[in-house]
């Protein structure tokens, strides 16, 4: 049973291995990174940006803003930004932005700028962007914690997604320890309470996560086959084994995730994640159209903040950060005469992906115009 748990762990650990490493790759391009941009030269722009045409003159970053959302602000595609984003000069953190950061929209011959009036206005951004050193502005330190910075996309939304969930396959979580029952024959249990656990492999002393199971991912095939692209596990509470009797272990739970411990949820080594604070928005380059097959949290419609997941994963080319337009019917509509007709198909939304397995990703939906349904088509942007 050892041998298992220590696969389990490979497993768990190859995942979180496979999305740092993707992450941080991605991190070396010119792109955004949370709560920071990194820059590209007005120079080297490689393609055409359009302004939104509701684009302020002047923005102040307020707090609670997202970079993704001051990016679509000003532009039509905002994972351009990185082209037309002037960093800031004489302070610490030069990329990041800010509550209260005043953002200008500035023309520097043919090209369109966008950055922080450090007092200067559109001059400074300007120099900035051409290497000139100016004498008129003080080198200036802003003495604010990085925490303040504004994010790319509110990190709390996916947090669950990142640290505390997972896609495996049934095979590897069989014959795997289960809650069998609690103290005081309870239904459900919380921090401070003792559960017991039914199987191999556990040890006194040891600290052990539990996970609530949800419904495999079964996809159809174009042969009308079935695939099983595994089985998701939630971690609802950490315990720690304070005794063993009988094949029965006694977990003390130490800590929980807003859940309850109930019967049957799987009971496994707990892993020590780090959380990924780096993502590249890019459009997706993917020419084959995937479906969102689940909505977190909801079985009905998903909006802007949601969390879905896809039909489609590494096995398909997807990384973390691109970008999908969401595309859904729309609805029937009957006219005078009684005819319903359905109404064309329309862009409903837009999904970053944050964490991807072979053959499911997990996308954060970025906007939204209209609720978006179950089964709504994911594509590459126009």
């Known amino acids: 049973m050892k041998k298992k748990f220590d696969h389990i762990g490979e497993v768990f650990q190859s995942k979180k291995k496979q999305l740092i490493q993707t992450m941080t790759a991605k991190a070396l391009v010119s792109s955004f990174v949370l709560g920071s941009t990194f820059v590209v030269s007005s120079a080297t722009m490689a393609t055409p940006v359009n302004l939104n045409p509701v684009a302020p003159n002047v923005y102040v970053v307020k707090k609670g803003d997202t970079l993704w959302q001051i990016a679509g602000l000003f532009l039509q595609k905002p994972w351009l930004w990185p082209q037309i984003w002037v960093k800031n000069s004489h302070i610490k953190n030069p990329n990041l932005i800010y509550p209260n950061d005043r953002l200008l929209i500035c023309k520097d011959q043919n090209n369109t700028l966008i950055g922080k009036d450090e007092g200067d206005g559109c001059t400074g951004v300007i120099s900035r962007a051409s290497a000139l050193k100016t004498t008129e502005v003080l080198p200036r330190i802003r003495v604010q914690a990085l925490s303040d910075a504004i994010p790319l996309i509110p990190l709390k939304d996916i947090q669950v997604w990142l640290n505390r969930a997972t896609i495996v396959s049934a095979e590897s979580i069989k014959n795997t320890p289960t809650v069998v029952g609690a103290e005081n024959g309870r239904l459900a249990s919380a ?120 039909n489609l994963g590494t096995y398909q080319g997807i990384e973390a950060g691109q970008v999908f337009d969401i595309t859904q019917n729309g609805l029937k509509h009957g006219d005078l005469d009684k005819h319903v007709k359905q109404l064309p198909t329309e862009k409903v939304g837009q999904l970053m992906i944050f964490r991807t397995f072979n053959n499911v990703s997990y996308g954060y939906v970025l906007s939204s115009r209209t609720p978006i349904q179950l089964g709504a088509t994911t594509q590459a942007p126009e």
Not at 206 to 212: G, I, N, P, T
Not at 241 to 255: F, P, R, W
Not at 291 to 310: D, E, F, P
């Open 191 to 310: 921090v401070g309470q003792k559960v017991y656990v039914s199987g191999q492999g556990l040890e006194i002393g040891q600290r052990y996560a539990v996970y609530k199971t949800m419904q495999p991912y079964l996809l159809q095939r174009q042969d009308r086959t079935t695939l099983n692209a595994g089985t998701e596990l939630i971690q609802t509470a950490s315990g720690i084994v304070t005794d063993i009797q009988q094949g029965i272990a006694s977990l003390e739970l130490t800590k929980s995730f807003n859940e309850e411990v109930k019967q049957k949820d799987l009971v496994l080594p707990e892993q020590v994640t780090q959380l990924p604070t780096t993502f590249t928005p890019t459009p997706a380059s993917v020419m084959e159209k995937g479906r969102i097959i689940r909505i977190a949290g909801s079985m009905a419609n998903a909006s802007k903040h949601s969390v879905v997941t896809i």
